[in-house]
């Protein structure tokens, strides 16, 4: 099983959100993710980039 974890980039820094992602919704600029034990992140963002070798989600948040 692949689980994810979630980072916010700001700048040239970054900022942990969310382990144990399993499920990443994305409905425009809104970005849902869900995580194995049910916990839920509604961010609003795109995403910048995403990390299958490490497991690593980053977002951009607008606003």
Known sequence: MCLAKAYLSKGEETEFILEDVVRL???GNNLNLRT???EQKEINGFVKEVDFQ?????IEQIG
Not at 54 to 58: A, K, M
Request: proline share 0%; hydrophobic share 55%; no cysteine.
């Open 25 to 27: 919704i994305i409905e």
């Open 36 to 38: 194995l034990f049910g």
């Open 54 to 58: 490490n497991s690593r989600i980053l």
